[in-house]
């Protein structure tokens, strides 16, 4: 289930990163459609007057992915004065976008790292109450697999003890 959840909320950052891609690529066509002469636009360089809205989509969806991934690769650049600006708002909003994912992603991959130390720590414990009581190797199997299965779940339900016990015996 946990892993399941990590699935998802890496599919969700993937869902919202093609989200903002789209409405700012949107943006950038808009920027060229409401100039007053669209021959000194970016549509006009790229010759997209004539291309289907997939393929204008798909050349808008490029530009915002080289801004915001800093590559810029210079085939695609603001011209006009309201290009300039809406490129300079679209790599703030980049660079915002960008610490989010890769702050959402770093959570993710220590949590899995904490939640396995957990998993590794209780198994160890099963295993020197093991040796310490001469449980039979069977019955010492049986634990661990328990232990494997369950710790995951207690590692998503856990609570602080000492917190626990402050909140109930705190005199608000």
């Known amino acids: 289930a946990l892993e399941r959840q990590r699935g998802l909320r890496l599919l969700n950052l993937l869902f919202g990163l ?5 409405i700012l690529a949107c943006g950038w066509y808009l920027c060229a459609a409401i100039h007053e002469d669209p021959m000194e636009t970016w549509v006009a360089r790229r010759d997209l007057f004539v291309a289907t809205p997939l ?3 798909m ?7 080289m801004v ?3 590559v810029g690769f210079g085939d695609i650049y603001a ?6 600006f809406y490129v300079c708002v679209t790599m703030a909003i980049g660079a915002v976008v960008h610490s989010i994912i890769v702050g959402e992603v770093i959570a993710l991959v220590t949590s899995n790292d904490k939640t396995n130390q957990y998993v590794r720590n209780q198994v160890e414990l099963i295993d020197a109450f093991s040796d310490h009581t001469e449980l039979d190797p069977s019955a010492q199997e049986e634990l661990r697999a328990w232990i494997a299965a369950s710790a995951r ?6 609570f602080d003890r000492q917190e626990m016990k402050d909140l109930l015996t705190s005199k608000c």
């Open 18 to 22: 093609l989200w903002v891609v789209h």
């Open 55 to 57: 393929a204008a989509w």
């Open 59 to 65: 050349h808008c969806m490029y530009f915002v992915l």
């Open 68 to 70: 915001f991934t800093t």
């Open 79 to 84: 011209v006009t004065v309201g290009e300039i």
């Open 153 to 158: 779940f207690w590692v998503s339900h856990r």
